[in-house]
């Protein structure tokens, strides 16, 4: 499973979708006119910090707290194949302050995918309808030609403004996401492995296509799991200042790895970026290990909790498998999606 947000916001891997969207439909829609005294433009390098002061002004409105903030902005903006003078806006008010920012990239050769936020105080203005013209802009140009192409948008599962936005252009919510999290609060305990497993750090880069081929081997049935090649996962896993391998767990049956977890630091932040097991050993309790170890890993001066995304529906148990390691509930979004006409 991957967390980080929407659409680009934390997309999970490995997880069952339960639909495929509407019939195709071109995806070009009239947005609401922009009040005068704002405008669409793309960001700069600079005004990172300004962008993710509206992501958290707006998770703060929806939950309460600040689940993604600026590093996952730094982690998006920071990918090999986003263009930031192409692929992202930001809208801006008459002083220039920034109130709304989307972004939109291709995560498959068929699939495109987006995310959005507008500041709670800017909203009902129609910023975040004009900001979504642009992003189906871009997706035309980026599926240009492919018949089979898909679209999604991934929002606030409580924002019904947007859900009714994004129905009137055609959009069906697919998927429905949680982040999860448990509060850290002073040295956390790993406990023992499953007998005959032994759980330790990965060598880095030894162990990396270790890791990658469990977690290929792991979702090799799963529908909505995609996975990349091992030059391209290594690429994403590795280029960003988030990689760490010292936070990275491999779980061995005697010489043959049978699970992984990857993990990550944000701000006062710890994420569970990916957790397989193979299927042969499953259910003895090798997640859930994985889980505390990493846990006890990230406990340490300035981090307070530790989160992770995930399919609300996942088809092995994994929502269960968090809430038994004591994590609960602190997020819900959504991932909505249309098939893409050419026009």
Wanted: hydrophobic share 45%; charged share 25%; proline share 6%.
């Amino acid at each position: 499973m991957r967390s980080g947000p929407a659409g680009g916001y934390l997309v999970l891997r490995g997880s069952a979708e339960h639909g495929s969207g509407s019939e195709p439909l071109p995806i070009a829609f009239p947005a609401m006119a922009l009040p005068d005294d704002y405008e669409l433009r793309a960001p700069t390098r600079d005004e990172l910090q300004a962008v993710a002061d509206v992501l958290v002004a707006d998770e703060l409105d929806d939950g309460g707290q600040v689940v993604l903030g600026a590093d996952f902005i730094q982690g998006a903006w920071s990918r090999p194949d986003f263009d930031l003078t192409t692929d992202a806006w930001v809208a801006v008010d008459g002083a220039e302050t920034i109130v709304g920012y989307a972004q939109v990239r291709r995560d498959e050769p068929m699939l495109v995918e987006s995310w959005g936020v507008v500041d709670p105080a800017d909203r009902g203005r129609g910023i975040g309808s004009s900001l979504f013209g642009r992003v189906e802009q871009r997706a035309i140009r980026l599926l240009d030609g492919q018949a089979d192409g898909r679209f999604r948008h991934s929002i606030n599962a409580s924002d019904r403004a947007a859900a009714s936005m994004l129905r009137e252009r055609g959009l069906r919510p697919i998927r429905h996401f949680w982040h999860m999290q448990i509060d850290l609060a002073g040295p956390v305990e790993a406990g023992p492995a499953p007998n005959g497993i032994e759980i330790a750090t990965i060598d880095a880069p030894g162990d990396l296509p270790v890791v990658h081929a469990i977690l290929v081997d792991a979702f090799v049935d799963d529908r909505g799991h995609h996975p990349e090649p091992f030059e391209a996962w290594v690429e994403e896993e590795t280029a960003g200042t988030r990689f760490d391998p010292a936070l990275w767990l491999l779980a061995k049956d005697g010489e043959r790895a049978v699970g992984v977890l990857t993990a990550s630091l944000s701000g006062d932040r710890g994420w569970v970026d990916y957790l397989a097991v193979l299927a042969s050993h499953r259910g003895r309790g090798v997640g859930a290990a994985l889980l505390r170890r990493s846990f006890a890993t990230l406990a340490r001066p300035g981090v307070e909790r530790v989160l992770v995304n995930v399919d609300a529906e996942n088809p092995t148990g994994a929502t269960d498998l968090y809430e038994r390691v004591g994590m609960r509930i602190v997020k819900r979004w959504d991932l909505w999606e249309r098939s893409v006409a050419k026009r």
